[in-house]
């Protein structure tokens, strides 16, 4: 009988073995240093890990799994008292910013947000340098950048990102187009539609989560 070619469980079963490493040190990888490029953290994770088989990298959702269970393991303490710190500058923010209809988005909104994480909001305008120019009157300087955000599978739209500290956190402040308040960008974890909160459904989070005890 000729040998059938398919499924082999043992080879099934390694790779899975090989993604939850992987996935595990990029988790401590993004928790310990900072990083937040999943598929960078991932590479780095696999290189230092002595695994350069690509089917045995991650998806990005079982990183984000791996570091939820990270943090609950290893920053039961300080990860909950630095993201209620990022909500609450995040609520401060979106108060002052409330004339361009802000939305959180990104790590402070999942809750996997710690010391080294940026509050992360999308601004809308249809007026170019708009946002720029009304924190430069009110006395904050920003670095410019752009970013390429995903609408869909087939478009990326081009848009202006400010960046600065206050307090001692970071802020990424996104400006989109005002048609974009209707229609999310993809998320950079599953492809999936981006989750985003306006400033009541930041303040109804912040009464789940109460300050974590001194």
Do not use: W
Not at 7 to 22: D, F, L, S, T, V
Not at 62 to 89: K, Y
């Amino acid at each position: 009988m000729p040998r059938l070619h398919g499924h082999h469980p043992a080879r099934a079963q390694g790779n899975r073995q090989q993604q939850r490493r992987i996935a595990l040190e990029a988790a401590r990888l993004i928790s310990e240093h900072g990083l937040r490029d999943y598929h960078r953290a991932k590479l780095r994770a696999a290189e230092r890990l002595g695994i350069h088989d690509d089917q045995a990298l991650p998806r990005n959702d079982e990183i984000e799994s791996a570091l939820r269970e990270h943090q609950r393991l290893f920053l039961g303490d300080s990860q909950p008292e630095a993201l209620h710190t990022r909500r609450l500058a995040a609520r401060e923010a979106m108060r002052f910013l409330q004339r361009f209809e802000p939305r959180l988005v990104g790590a402070v909104l999942e809750g996997t947000a710690d010391q080294h994480s940026a509050v992360c909001l999308h601004l809308f305008s249809d007026t170019p340098g708009e946002v720029e120019q009304f924190l430069s009157e009110r006395g904050i300087h920003c670095d410019l950048r752009e970013r390429r955000l995903r609408m869909d599978r087939a478009r990326e739209l081009p848009i202006e990102v400010l960046l600065f500290i206050a307090d001692g956190i970071a802020f990424d402040l996104s400006v989109l187009p005002r048609a974009g308040l209707r229609q999310a960008p993809l998320d950079r974890i599953g492809q999936r539609t981006m989750r985003r909160a306006s400033l009541s459904a930041l303040e109804a989070l912040l009464q789940e989560q109460p300050p974590a005890p001194a």
